[in-house]
């Protein structure tokens, strides 16, 4: 059965800080990226992808309003949509040369997504997500006096807030897991997925931004794939990340991660919502979280690299666990065995210690309804191919879906 895995890639990564923030900077990370993932693909995974967009939504929205006086300004939601089409395009076209390049022939494809939030959401009366420029004390108060909610980032000036609101649903679920049944890696979700509530059974546009770990969290859940994995511009979590010796965690249960959370360890505007999106994927059955930077991906999946979080330890490694612990406390200079936690872990995710939900919640039922009578294909596109040999050029030439094929209805 192929083994399925989520990567959110974070915006930051395309455009890092201190780089020009243009498109020749966003096709050379995009590049960089996507040979790491065609690594993953040719290991046999297979392969949905998220991305956030934080600068390229500034710059959408810098560009709209710079150019009011001579063309239509686009609201923000209008600007998520347009950076999923951006930066899907860039990663369709760069991962596809590097998965031709080690002669891999998968179909590429970038679904716009649009994610529900409740129009009565906390988040609304109280914005805090920053988008788009800085602006002058005089200029940010002239915009609030539009209804703009303003918040001073000193030194810089000041910038907008918005809400961010909780992700409900993925309205184009549908669509990716078909695409996902056919074979294909799937693009989708940027920028947490353009936010719309629903006002008398239709869909409408709103003034948000939904936490793309959030959005990745809930989309692998519902389509039920083995591990959700996180890359940031870290290779792994770190507790008391800006002391000179913090302490890496390298394998840790949910439990433990959620009582470093509840310490404060991560706070809301880095690292916290990736944590909440591994214990909200692992608490649902999902198998196991990763975040790690993205040079790391295989590295990763390998239990080489990155921060694992799993819903337990099996009973039979606890010792080793508890040792391993004992371990990670010692000065990080100290040579491992490499035995202990991270084997536990490993073992677990091979072992019956812990049944794997596979795609629903009790009974099987995280995709739609209509996908519930072949569920059993999501995860095994070649089903009885125990071993899934990657798709390769001299061995598959094609593998779009046809017009009438029942995956694709």
Known sequence: ???????????????????????????????????????????????????????????????????????YELPLDVCVASTQGEIGCLLQQALRQALLRKGLRYSVATVLA?????????????PSK?????????????????????????????????????????????????????????????????????????????EAVVDKDLASALLAIRLGVDILLISTDVDAVSLDFASPHAPRLTDVTADELRGYAAAGQFPAGTMGPKVEAALRFVGAGGREAIVTSPDRLVAALEGHAGTHVLDRVPAAGHQR???????????????????????????????????????GRANGDFLPARFAARQHQVGDVHAGDQQHEPHRAKERDDVRPRVGDDHVR
């Not at 649009?114 to 109280?126: I, L, W, Y």
């Open 1 to 71: 059965m192929p083994r399925t895995v989520l990567i959110a890639i974070g915006g930051n990564s395309l455009i890092p800080a201190g780089e020009p923030a243009t498109v020749a900077t966003q096709r050379r990370h995009v590049a960089e990226t996507c040979r790491a993932i065609a690594d993953v693909a040719a290991r046999g995974w297979r392969v949905v992808l998220t991305h956030g967009n934080g600068p390229q939504v500034g710059a959408a929205l810098l560009r709209s309003e710079r150019a009011a006086r001579e063309a």
């Open 130 to 206: 920053p988008i788009g420029p800085f602006y002058a004390r005089a200029e940010a108060e002239t915009r609030q006096r539009t209804g703009w909610t303003m918040v001073e980032e000193p030194p810089h000036g000041y910038r907008r807030v918005v809400a961010s609101p909780e992700p409900l649903e993925i309205v184009e679920e549908g669509v990716i897991g078909t695409l996902v049944n056919s074979g294909a890696i799937v693009i989708t979700l940027g920028g947490g997925g353009i936010p719309v509530v629903r006002r008398d059974h239709e869909l409408e546009g709103v």
């Open 321 to 359: 666990a508890k040792r391993a612990n004992a371990t990670h406390r010692r000065d990080k200079s100290e040579p491992s065995s490499g035995n202990g936690k991270q084997q536990a872990f490993r073992e677990c995710l091979t072992s019956d210690a812990r049944p794997r939900r596979t795609h």
């Open 114 to 126: 649009q994610v529900v939030v409740a129009p009565k959401d906390p988040a609304f009366a109280h």
